[in-house]
């Protein structure tokens, strides 16, 4: 029997396993309100239910509603009437008997989900064989279902010798253990898929090779670094935007369960955090934007975005720090360590932070932003975390001066 109470909003039903219902009425005003046709809204951006009698949000990894930003807001709250009497956490709203029509959208759904078509660029990078491994394998550790990778386009650089060197190693592996093909351009990539993982492990190639896949409006995903400046990766943000593609940047590490879980408010509000990574080099990019992207990833995650300025130093060992202040006086530091770790303070406590649970989270995340066309990074702290970078190098420049994050972004604008 249902078990009701006054919903109040709190958000924090929704943050554990269960199912979102939707009534007619509900699929009506969240498509009206995202634009969408009703069709469109159900193939995107729901499921059927486990009793297979109606249908239910799309839910993220962790199981949280797919739709609870990174504030902790529902953005579905919008649609209903304020607060109503609610029946039980799983079934937020009553069970309702769809229409044939509407069951067999949902079902096309499953299926064009499951046949999903996986393009890659750049097959320069390991991450180009263990994300395949991961999606074409079923009996690989931690396997995604719903996509496999089914076209690659091999690119590579070659005054990046980490690049070059491995790019036809990495490529035969696609071609002869999964059966990927190899095609010459990224139209014909295009042309075949369904969406498109840019993996090209030297940014600065990365606008010239999104551009094609922006003209083809396939979903997009980009490997860190989303790009090799500033510059280009606002253009990347403005591209997309103007072709109208959804897309997304982000490293592994944004998806690891410790961080994710301070992310969701479990220690609640976050006042001071610091998150480390390896910081290798690369003369062709900035500094963390190669490698310590991994951990200053792994701070924004939890830190969120409001960063105003950062200053550059060294830890006591002669590794990078940069320490940033955000509004309202919190504080978030990046260091240069071995491994992958960080620790935060929050207004309920502290906990470990910064962890790495390998490929598979961010896969799995990246195949239901395939299916969903929902981002799970909102694209302003993206774009944050990279000025957060880039601000590191000016206040580097300037022998360890305080620099706002304003500054390089206007200094980006103009070149």
């Not at 009703?38 to 797919?66: K, M, P, Y």
């Not at 509407?102 to 759904?109: E, F, I, Q, V, Y």
């Not at 591209?239 to 961080?259: C, G, H, I, M, N």
Request: net charge neutral; hydrophobic share 40%; charged share 20%.
């Amino acid at each position: 029997m249902p078990i009701f109470w006054d919903c109040d909003r709190c958000t924090a039903c929704c943050r554990w396993p269960g199912q979102v219902r939707l009534t007619e009425a509900d699929v009506t005003r969240i498509a009206s309100y995202l634009q969408l046709t009703e069709a469109e809204f159900i193939q995107g951006h729901t499921r059927l239910n486990l009793q297979r009698n109606g249908l239910v949000l799309w839910d993220q990894s962790d199981g949280s509603c797919s739709f609870l930003d990174s504030g902790g807001n529902c953005r579905t709250n919008p649609f209903f009437p304020s607060p109503r009497k609610t029946a039980n956490k799983s079934f937020m709203r009553f069970p309702q008997v769809f229409a044939a029509a509407t069951l067999l959208l949902a079902m096309n759904s499953l299926l064009h989900a499951a046949d999903l078509k996986i393009g890659l660029i750049g097959l320069d990078t390991s991450h180009a064989t263990a994300f395949t491994e991961i999606l074409n394998d079923p009996t690989s550790k931690g396997h995604v279902a719903g996509a496999k990778v089914v076209a690659a386009f091999k690119g590579g650089s070659p005054d990046i010798e980490s690049s070059i060197t491995r790019v036809e190693g990495y490529t035969t592996t696609l071609r002869e253990k999964h059966g990927v093909k190899i095609v010459d351009t990224i139209q014909e990539l295009c042309s075949q898929v369904d969406a498109v993982m840019l993996l090209s492990v030297d940014g600065r190639p990365h606008v010239i090779q999104a551009m094609p896949v922006f003209a083809a409006r396939k979903p997009l995903y980009i490997d860190k670094p989303m790009a090799g400046t500033l510059r280009d990766v606002h253009t990347l943000a403005r591209l997309a935007s103007e072709s109208k593609t959804p897309f997304f940047s982000s490293s592994s590490l944004r998806f690891a369960k410790t961080s994710q879980a301070v992310r969701k408010g479990s220690i609640g509000t976050v006042t001071n955090a610091w998150c480390g990574s390896p910081a290798s080099l690369e003369k062709t990019h900035p500094d963390l934007f190669w490698y310590g992207v991994h951990g200053c990833e792994s701070l924004f995650t939890v830190m969120g975005t409001g960063c105003e300025s950062v200053r550059r130093g060294k830890t006591a060992d002669g590794k990078i720090e940069v320490i940033g202040t955000w509004k309202g006086g919190r504080t978030g530091t990046f260091r240069e360590v071995e491994g992958y770790q960080g620790k935060a303070q929050g207004s309920l406590g502290t906990a470990d932070v910064g962890g790495f649970d390998g490929y598979a989270p961010l896969v799995a995340e990246v195949v239901k932003f395939f299916q969903t066309q929902v981002s799970p990074v909102p694209i302003d702290e993206t774009l944050e975390l990279f000025a957060f970078m880039e601000a590191a190098d000016e206040s580097k420049r300037r022998n360890g001066a305080e620099v706002k994050l304003s500054e390089v972004v206007e200094a980006a604008s103009r070149r």
